[in-house]
């Protein structure tokens, strides 16, 4: 195999493919990082309480879940993925200026819902292009979406700053501009054709009945993996609501989030001497551990240190968990059936984090930021299952996908 090009030009590739790949993931990520901090902002500018709050943020995760997959399968079969990117692009950019005429909990809730399932297969299906390039022509993967992940920091601060200026309202005019960008983005998206595999997300609609995906330790790292991610679901509905309400300002608030994925961004850099170094296991349980440490942390008043520094702990809750799955999916899932397993995963998140995320608003609205500790429960379960995973695993060798697969 040859060394991966990274940016290079490779042959037989669509013109600048890596380079124009990096933009299109910066698109969605800018959405991103304007929506997961500051739209629950925007929503208690509406005189929402706590739990309408959680259920406007709950139901558009319930619904992407099943509405990505069909998409995705609609995007593999017409031959050519770019063209759903567009359309998510349009319907995206269409709700968020139909957000502008609405003020009240049910036009709002009505609204993101349908943003939710229109908007759901844009990164999944930019992910399954930049693998496709990765695939044919060897790109590097890692150095395409860092841009995206920067892209969410620049988002993140831009967002904070704007948020100290002019408060909640600047939330829907910043999403609608970086929903402008999805479609612009979609208009320079490489043309690859037809894929050759189907996009992962796809496969919860078309999962094998039978297979490696079905082991026992695969099916507990999966879900725990998934509860561990959707302890977060609090801290991403109400987090900077709390923060306000301490006195932080908008650019301390984007300066936390900002903490959080560069950590994470740094920690994927060092991935490699990671895996080498310790077991998959190893880090799943210890990620799991600092999540169940880190929510009961976060009701604690620590001042902008401290909450920096809990921030910082995002590479350890969130990254070294996705990329323990990653690895032991390789060691465990055979080659075919490596789209569903990604289904998967995409699917347990999806649902487990959209129950946590409803039950967050209420436990925000009865409990305060002390509903934190119930997230805390969420990790524990989480771990729990990484644990019986562990202990049902059977012994490292090599797995009978290798002589197929290439391991």
């Not at 925007?42 to 099943?66: K, Y």
């Not at 946590?356 to 429960?377: D, E, H, Q, R």
């Amino acid at each position: 195999m040859t060394a991966p090009s990274g940016f290079s030009v490779t042959s037989g590739a669509p013109p600048f493919f890596a380079a124009r790949i990096a933009l299109v993931f910066c698109a969605p990520m800018m959405v991103n990082g304007i929506a997961l901090p500051f739209f629950p902002v925007w929503l208690e500018t509406l005189s929402m309480n706590d739990s309408q709050i959680g259920i406007v943020l709950a139901l558009p995760m319930f619904v992407r879940v099943f509405t990505a997959p069909l998409a995705g399968i609609l995007a593999d079969r017409i031959g050519e993925r770019a063209v759903v990117l567009l359309w998510s692009g349009l319907l995206s950019l269409a709700t968020a200026l139909a957000l502008f005429a609405t003020g009240s909990f049910w036009p709002v809730l009505l609204l993101y819902t349908l943003q939710g399932a229109v908007y759901s297969p844009y990164l999944p299906i930019t992910d399954a292009i930049a693998l496709s390039g990765v695939r044919r022509w060897n790109f590097d993967y890692g150095k395409m979406r860092l841009w995206g992940s920067l892209a969410f920091i620049v988002s993140t601060m831009t967002g904070g700053w704007l948020a100290g200026l002019y408060g909640g309202a600047m939330v829907l005019p910043a999403m609608a501009v970086a929903f402008l960008l999805t479609v612009l983005g979609a208009l320079i998206v490489p043309k690859i054709g037809k894929p050759r595999r189907p996009s992962p997300i796809t496969a919860i609609a078309t999962m094998p009945a039978d297979g490696s995906l079905r082991q026992r330790d695969v099916q507990f790292m999966l879900i725990g993996a998934s509860l561990v991610s959707a302890s977060h679901a609090m801290y991403y509905a109400f987090s900077v609501i709390h923060w306000q309400k301490l006195g932080f300002s908008g650019t301390d608030v984007g300066i936390f989030w900002s903490a959080g994925v560069l950590a994470e961004v740094i920690l994927f850099a060092f991935a490699v001497q990671l895996r080498r170094r310790f077991s998959v296991w190893s880090m799943m349980i210890f990620g799991s551990l600092v999540a169940v440490g880190r929510w009961i942390l976060f009701p604690m008043e620590m001042g902008f240190g401290g909450y920096f520094a809990l921030q910082c702990l995002h590479a350890l809750t969130f990254a070294i968990m996705h990329i323990s799955v990653q690895s032991r999916l390789v060691e465990r899932v055979a080659e075919e059936q490596e789209a569903a397993a990604q289904g998967l995963y995409f699917f347990y998140t999806g649902i487990f984090t959209a129950a946590a995320t409803f039950v967050s608003g209420y436990a925000y609205n009865w409990y305060g930021v002390a509903g934190f500790y119930l997230m805390t429960i969420v990790a524990v379960a989480g771990l729990v299952c990484i644990i019986a995973g562990r202990f049902v695993a059977p012994p490292a060798g090599p797995q009978p996908q290798s002589a197929a697969s290439g391991g």
